[in-house]
């Protein structure tokens, strides 16, 4: 069973986003703000934390950014009021996973946090396996049967990520944000470019297809065949 921490000063909404939690099976744990969620975290094992943002004593930028100098890896997603582009900029610079803005969708909230807890496990185990490939997110390498081929850095980490969540579109944008890094001063054809490669190099392989969405972006299919 996932354990989920539940960080919200609200104390309607947290009971309430406890409550979906257990519903749909995960174990949830709540605190009021983020000192409270570290002293938590001291003593009990997370999988993956919904924090608020505006909350006393530690807000949820500064407990994003305390968990990750201090190298906790777990999944966080940040639900907040705050929609602008500038607190969303902040949000994914302090370490968070994903972002949401309230009004929550209780099953919304449950899509992404199933797929951020998945992301997690591939990532954990630094491997994923599409049909008959396997990519090895340490050594860069993609292997089929007795092939391999070791991949440029933003090539692989391109290719990992739409394959890690197969089906799902993204924008441009979003892939230069994560892979590039939002101060990287390449624009949006460089995705256009490595998908270009991506889609040369693997001609001959019949396992998955990176597909343009037109007027959005990309996502990767594991192939019928």
């Not at 944008?173 to 949006?188: F, N």
């Amino acid at each position: 069973m996932f354990h989920i921490l539940v960080v919200e000063d609200d104390k309607n909404l947290q009971k309430l986003m406890a409550a979906v939690l257990k519903q749909n099976g995960y174990r949830a744990f709540c605190a009021d703000d983020g000192q409270e969620a570290l002293d938590l975290l001291d003593t009990q094992h997370i999988d993956l934390m919904v924090s608020d943002v505006m909350m006393p004593r530690m807000d949820g930028y500064d407990l994003t950014i305390s968990l990750r100098e201090a190298g906790f890896q777990l999944p966080i997603l940040i639900v907040t009021a705050r929609d602008s582009l500038d607190d969303k900029k902040k949000g994914f610079k302090a370490g968070t996973d994903d972002y949401m803005v309230k009004p929550i969708d209780m099953d919304e909230m449950m899509l992404r946090i199933a797929a951020l807890l998945r992301r997690a496990n591939i990532m954990n185990e630094h491997k994923l396996v599409v049909g008959d490939m396997t990519l090895n997110f340490d050594t860069l390498e993609v292997t089929r049967d007795k092939e391999t081929l070791v991949l440029p850095k933003k090539e692989f980490y391109l290719l990992f990520k739409l394959l890690s969540n197969q089906k799902q579109i993204f924008t441009r944008q979003q892939l230069m944000d994560e892979i590039w890094g939002m101060d990287a001063e390449s624009d949006e054809r460089t995705v256009d470019v490595h998908v270009k490669r991506l889609r040369e190099r693997f001609s001959g392989w019949k396992d998955f297809q990176i597909v343009t969405v037109r007027g959005l972006g990309y996502k990767a299919e594991k192939s019928d065949d």
